[in-house]
């Protein structure tokens, strides 16, 4: 009998977010405000070491595996990391998040290589906000390289929106761009870090304002499918998209958490937001090790806790999103 990620709480993990880099070429004001600053030296995951956490996670049960970073793309060996999880035959949707920079350019070669699903970051339709929120001024060429991601019939394509006072907490400027395309836009709350919370203290806002918007508007609650992350996904029936809410400062948000992070250098973190990690990179180095790594990623469950701290303001160890993927 094949084992399972199940926690103590009884939650199913089927979905492994898997940073490949610290690196980001954008300076988005909720991240990484003053640009990627190097704190140590490190090398990032290699390709045997991915080969073998893809091996061991699918073993037990990961059907989905999103790439992040930082900024995954950023990585020469980014089309060869997405045919090595291709070949995991129990990997059913190999994804990752990006901020679109390359995307124009790229995403056919990324789609033929295996990827299933795009998520790219964007937090305003406004060139000028783009160009505020993100310190580039790249908006069309985001949206023009989206445009051909639906062209060449990616079916999983997302738009992610950090919701913030002031500046992205209007529905009237995302709508429309969904009108006419089959795009999920998600609204994320905007999370405190470790470096993040004057940040976070002046512009957070809570997805239940927009979430009633929606509601006033006539849009409908879906069903959620198993491997989704935590967003509550709402339709209408005049829009081709759809748009989600991911609210980590809701009730009861952690219950249906079904996924689990592993960093750009080999750390198993049990939650974006926890106190600690869990080094796997001297397990890595040989397939000959791997009942020993499924060993102490099950025994990393048992410390995992049924909730995040968020409320009273803990972040964990997390300094900033890019550490182990947003």
Not at 30 to 35: E, S
Not at 89 to 104: F, H, M, Q, Y
Not at 145 to 150: E, H, N, V, Y
Not at 269 to 298: E, N, T
Request: charged fraction near 20%.
């Amino acid at each position: 009998m094949q084992q399972q990620l199940v926690d103590n709480y009884q939650r199913r993990f089927q979905y492994l977010r898997l940073s490949l880099t610290e690196l980001c070429n954008f300076r988005c004001q909720y991240c990484l405000p003053n640009g990627y600053q190097p704190n140590r030296a490190h090398q990032f995951l290699t390709l045997n070491e991915i080969a073998n956490i893809a091996n061991v996670f699918s073993d037990l049960g990961v059907q989905k595996i999103r790439l992040t970073g930082g900024e995954p793309t950023l990585r020469r060996d980014f089309a060869d990391i997405i045919m090595l999880l291709a070949k995991q035959a129990s990997i059913k949707e190999i994804a990752v998040t990006t901020n679109g920079d390359r995307l124009l350019n790229r995403i056919t070669q990324w789609q033929q290589a295996g990827l299933t699903a795009l998520n790219v970051s964007i937090d305003s339709f406004s060139p000028a906000r783009f160009a505020l929120i993100t310190g580039e001024n790249k908006l069309h060429q985001v949206l023009a390289g989206i445009d051909r991601a639906l062209e060449i019939g990616m079916q999983k394509v997302k738009i992610n929106t950090v919701l913030m006072k002031g500046l992205t907490d209007g529905l009237n400027e995302y709508l429309p761009w969904i009108k006419d395309r089959r795009v999920d836009l998600r609204f994320i709350e905007l999370m405190e870090t470790g470096e993040g919370s004057a940040h976070f203290n002046r512009f957070h806002l809570s997805g239940t304002e927009i979430e009633q918007q929606l509601v006033a508007q006539g849009w409908q609650l879906m069903d959620k499918d198993k491997l989704a992350g935590p967003a509550k996904v709402y339709q209408h029936r005049d829009y081709q998209g759809r748009v989600g809410l991911i609210m980590p400062y809701s009730k009861n948000f952690c219950q249906s958490c079904n996924r689990l992070r592993v960093s750009s250098i080999g750390k198993l973190h049990y939650c974006l937001f926890g106190d600690s990690a869990i080094d796997l990179r001297d397990l890595l180095q040989d397939s000959s090790q791997q009942a020993l790594l499924k060993a102490r990623i099950l025994a990393s469950l048992r410390i995992k806790p049924e909730t995040h701290f968020l409320h009273q303001h803990h972040a964990g160890i997390t300094p900033n999103l890019s550490y182990i993927g947003g």
